[in-house]
């Protein structure tokens, strides 16, 4: 069983930035693959980025965000730089077992946390 807790969302300005952590428990960390998921209003969620053996982004977020880890405190983090309005959203950390690679289809992860939400304004 693995427990994730999300911090670090707010409001900002659009250009802005926030730093998002994702606090993991039960498990060895190292060995599970973490991402981060966002859903708007109306929308259905969708993939922004995983770590794993290595990292993948979704297209759109490539330059703006870095999803990084520490795996001495069990934490993934994903750094977000020159907001816009349309990162609006409830950001969701997720975990994913025995695999060292990530997927961008949320039914393939096994946890997930509660989320945090971003709001940009304009």
């Known amino acids: 069983q693995v427990q994730l807790v999300e911090s670090g969302g707010g409001l900002v300005q659009a250009g802005g930035s926030l730093r998002l952590s994702c606090a993991a428990s039960?498990?060895?960390?190292?060995?599970?693959?973490m991402a981060w998921f966002r859903q708007a209003p109306g929308k259905e969620r969708e993939f922004v980025a995983w770590?794993?053996?290595?990292?993948n982004y979704v297209d759109f977020v490539k330059d703006r965000f870095t999803i990084s880890r520490d795996n001495a405190k069990n934490t993934v983090y994903l750094q977000m730089n020159s907001l816009k309005p349309d990162d609006t959203a409830v950001y969701y950390c997720?975990?994913?077992?025995?695999?060292?690679?990530?997927?961008?289809?949320?039914?393939?992860?096994?946890?997930w946390g509660q989320g945090t939400q971003v709001t940009v304004s304009s």
């Open positions: 997720a975990a994913r077992q025995g695999t060292d690679y990530g997927g961008s289809n949320p039914d393939e992860y096994d946890y």
């Open positions: 039960g498990r060895a960390f190292r060995s599970i693959v």
């Open positions: 770590s794993g053996r290595s990292t």
